[in-house]
């Protein structure tokens, strides 16, 4: 059992730098508009209103991503562990099936919070 936990640490471990990488390249790559020099003409400035609309439209298609990802990642845990007790449940007593459904129903409920949330962030943009 020992091993096991040392073996989920590691995986813990490592999908959290992978995580903390992407992020870093994303942030990298997405920061360099901030530090362009900009002049005082008038195309200039077009372009540069032009760029914050596009800024804004990008942060927000990330967060619609981000809230819809987060509540199917968080989804599918609830539903892995309410799952797994339910059928163990239904084993032992197969009368309490509708119940072990329902509670699974309640955690694909996440997904739906997620989404709703995501069509919430895209309706404002």
């Known amino acids: 059992m020992d091993d096991v936990r040392k073996k989920l640490k590691l995986q813990i471990t490592q999908s ?40 804004g439209l990008k942060y ?28 163990g449940a239904v084993a032992e007593k197969p009368q309490i099936a509708g119940q072990a459904l329902i509670f699974v129903g309640l955690a694909e409920g996440i997904v739906v919070f997620g989404f709703i949330t995501a069509l919430m962030i895209l309706g404002k943009v």
């Open 60 to 87: 927000a298609l990330i967060a619609a991503a981000t809230a819809f990802g987060l509540g199917a990642i968080g989804a599918g845990i609830a539903i892995s562990h309410v799952g797994a007790a339910a059928m």
């Open 16 to 55: 959290l730098i992978v995580l903390f990488t992407v992020m870093a390249i994303i942030t990298t790559v997405f920061c360099t508009g901030s530090f362009a020099q900009g002049s005082g003409d008038q195309e200039t400035l077009q372009q540069e209103k032009t760029s914050a609309n596009v800024e």
